[in-house]
């Protein structure tokens, strides 16, 4: 079983920063993409950040510039730099990872919980 576990959502001002960090845990192989996505109520989920296994990164119109992703391959963690927010950004993000649980398994899709992120105007 492989598990991911969000931390460091949390509620700031318009123009603070966050940090979201993101572990995968369990039975895990390898890695390959591994990103961020987030739902606000009423809304589709739309892609925030991704980032892939060599470090190839692709941002949504509406954060570039502001949100850096990065990762810890040797952690299996993924972070997301979160400056100048604005009250849009508001939402639950998820973390999400592209896992290959044993040698000879192909990859897998896996989600966290969520962290709530709220930014005030």
């Known amino acids: 079983q492989v598990r991911l576990v969000e931390s460091g959502g949390g509620l700031v001002q318009a123009g603070g920063s966050l940090r979201l960090s993101c572990t995968a845990s369990?039975?895990?192989?390898?890695?390959?993409?591994m990103g961020w996505y987030r739902r606000d109520p009423g809304k589709q989920r739309e892609l925030v950040a991704i980032?892939?296994?060599?470090?190839?990164?692709n941002y949504a119109d509406s954060v570039k510039d502001r949100f850096t992703i990065s990762r810890e391959n040797a952690e299996n963690t993924v972070y997301l730099q979160m400056n100048s927010l604005k009250p849009e950004d508001t939402a639950l993000y998820y973390c999400?990872?592209?896992?290959?649980?044993?040698?000879?398994?192909?990859?897998?899709?896996?989600w966290g919980q969520g962290t709530q992120v709220t930014v005030s105007s």
């Open positions: 980032i892939t296994s060599g470090d190839n990164t």
């Open positions: 369990g039975s895990i192989f390898r890695s390959n993409d």
């Open positions: 999400y990872a592209q896992i290959a649980p044993r040698l000879g398994s192909g990859w897998s899709e896996y």
